[in-house]
């Protein structure tokens, strides 16, 4: 039998594990950056162009490499960070697998730029595709640069698969930040298409902070700063008032490395208990500091999950400093364990000893007497029900559809006289054979969604502030606005620039007029860039989505008659009225079938 088995070319070899490694552009820049970091950098630039995809170019001003390291360090397990097997349970750097640049080489064009205090002159080497291509000595400065250009050009299923510009660019800006954040001393910048996004001096924390998330967060942060023999946790946890429905500014970092952790984000989720609604997650950026050899990193590719020896304890630690640092600032209440907390009762002469309550009943009630059974209140059951008699509500909204609908009937009898709300939460009305139950949130962000994916083709009239206000903005959410202030517009938007991160909302939709116009807009740029990341959709749509999420009315809210008469009309008045824009049900009905088998006595 002939052999089978053959060793993979090295240049096979290092596109197979470039697919853990590198994933999309985002992953080359986290690279690259870690790289500069551990070279001692103190000023660290980052270029891009197309998100990523035409260039990725890293300067750091770091120790730089000589002739021979500047070859070696595109070999793959070729690493200057780890000598010994021992040495994998002390790291102290950001890489050490020896991986990244060899991955990153084999599926784009690389151009390194290194030259050390020592030399004379620089080397430059250029690889393509995983092919050496040339070396030779040049002029630069000291440091290294990294130039990946066209990346994925020799595999283009994997190019196809990236997403546009706009989104690979939010990746990036991602891993910047988590890098920048970690080491608040050296300074950072990034530039996207010759734009500047960021320009971050070495500083403190947080001002690093408020520098990379907005000044408007920098006065919503509470210090937490924990020390204890062999754990301690520093950095800062907004105030429950700026708590927000959604994720994006959670950040955990073990000595320096940003991390998720799904059991630690918990234990700072239990230290607000009580403290936020349900389904809000607050603002924290914590820093955890432990010795290396009580944690392990070396468990994939992106380093961004770690295992600790004794994960238990940093729970009930991280959740005791936070709930501290919440109960130092009143924002949560404390308990003083010093202070015994005695109940005392005083008795007056008067008063004498205290009496057990008693129970008033009829010692000659006979629950077997018809007679006795009946309550007085059973006359007065239909009072609850004559707000739904009420003759202007007496009638009948019918809708026909071309194609059938949920209930694969061709009509759909909604009687408003037997119509109330559920838990605040649902509307309940009744049907010609059952009844229908209305999710109100998912209904009205399905009416919203249409009317203003509609009004794009119609600009939708701006009501003017009477008082305009002033918005400041992160770096990366002011480049987003740039991008999508045209279509704004065309929805009803009135904003300027004022400043390099700072607009000014001028006027929005009439329709919005009595809602807060910051609180909207941010809203509005909250859910455009997560609904970017969880599916594909063009800019017009994707818009349209985030209006709606951010503007439909919520679960909670109390609804009048007329406002579930209305909701339900102008629902069925959808082109698509059984679904959300996300594709989760509206409504459902239940049968008058289905009712009187729960009730069927065998």
């Known amino acids: 039998m002939a052999d089978i088995i053959n060793l993979l070319p090295e240049n096979i070899a290092n596109q197979i594990a470039a697919g853990e490694v590198v994933q999309r552009p985002s992953s080359v820049v986290k690279e690259l950056l870690e790289n500069a970091v551990d070279a001692g950098a103190t000023q660290i630039s980052l270029l891009v162009k197309e998100g990523g995809k035409a260039l990725i170019q890293v300067i750091d ?29 002390a790291i102290s750097t950001k890489g050490f697998r020896g991986e990244a640049l060899a991955a990153i080489s084999s599926v ?45 050009f020799n595999v283009p ?9 706009t989104i690979e660019l939010r990746h990036i800006i991602d891993e910047f930040e988590r890098v920048a ?6 300074g950072f910048k990034l530039i996207s298409n010759t734009n500047e996004v960021y320009n971050l001096p070495p500083t403190n924390l947080l001002l690093r902070v408020a520098g990379l998330a907005g000044n408007t967060l920098k006065d919503k942060l509470v210090a937490v700063n924990e020390q204890t023999p062999n754990i301690s946790i520093m950095g800062y946890v907004g105030t429950p ?17 940003f991390i998720k952790s799904g059991y630690l984000d918990h234990a700072v989720k239990s230290a607000y208990f009580q403290l936020i609604p349900e389904g809000e997650y607050p603002a924290y950026f914590l820093f955890i500091t432990v010795p290396p050899n009580v944690i392990d990193v070396n468990i994939h590719p992106t380093k961004t999950e770690i295992k600790f020896e004794d994960e238990k304890t940093v729970y009930a630690i991280l959740k005791t400093s936070v709930k501290r ?21 005083n008795y007056s002469k008067n008063q004498g000893v205290p009496q057990a309550p008693k129970i008033q009943y009829n010692p000659s009630y006979n629950p077997f007497n018809d007679k006795e059974t009946k309550s007085t209140t059973n006359t007065d059951w239909k009072s609850l029900y004559e707000d739904y008699v009420k003759p202007e509500n007496q009638h009948i909204y019918t809708t026909a559809h071309k194609e059938e609908n949920l209930f694969h009937a061709q009509k759909t009898e909604v009687s408003f006289d037997k119509v109330f709300q559920l838990q605040n939460k649902y509307i309940v009305a009744v049907t010609g054979d059952g009844l229908l139950l209305i999710d109100q949130q998912r209904a009205h962000e399905r009416i919203m969604y249409e009317h203003y994916k509609k009004s794009a083709q119609h600009p939708i009239h701006s009501q003017q502030e009477l008082f305009p206000q002033t918005v400041e903005l992160s770096s990366a959410d002011m480049l987003l606005l740039k991008e999508l202030n045209d279509d704004l517009k065309n929805l009803g938007f009135d904003i300027v620039p004022f400043g390099k ?30 609904n970017n990341l969880d599916i594909k959709l063009d800019k017009g749509e994707n818009i349209c989505r985030a209006l709606a999420q951010n503007t439909c009315i919520k679960y909670g809210k109390e609804l009048q008659f007329e406002e ?4 339900v009309e102008h629902l069925f008045a959808c082109d698509e009225h059984a679904y959300s824009p996300q594709g989760k049900i509206v409504y459902t009905q239940i049968n008058q079938t289905d009712i009187d088998k729960l009730f069927k006595r065998n």
Not at 114 to 137: H, R
Request: aromatic residues 8%.
């Open 181 to 186: 954040m970690a080491h608040t001393d050296v």
């Open 564 to 567: 579930m008469k209305l909701l």
């Open 501 to 530: 991160d700072t607009i000014v909302v001028q006027g929005v939709p009439a329709d919005l007029s009595s809602l807060n116009s910051v609180e909207v807009l941010n809203g509005l740029l909250e859910n455009y860039k997560l």
């Open 241 to 257: 008032a700026s708590s927000k429905k959604k994720r994006g500014l959670q950040y955990f970092f073990v000595n320096n490395r």
């Open 108 to 152: 784009a064009q690389v151009e390194l730029k290194t030259k050390t205090t020592e030399a004379l002159t620089g080397t430059s080497v250029i690889i393509e595709g995983g092919n050496f291509v040339s070396q030779e000595p040049c002029q630069c400065a000291n440091g290294t640069s990294f130039s990946v250009k066209n990346l994925f």
């Open 325 to 345: 640092a919440l109960g130092k600032n009143n924002l949560a209440p404390s308990i003083d364990f010093d202070q015994e907390q005695i109940v005392e009762f």
């Open 61 to 89: 001003n770091g120790k730089g490499m000589s002739e021979t390291d500047a070859r070696m360090c595109f070999e793959r397990h070729a690493t200057s960070k780890i000598k010994t097997a021992d040495d994998l349970f």
């Open 157 to 165: 299923a994997r190019r196809n698969f990236l997403k546009d510009d």
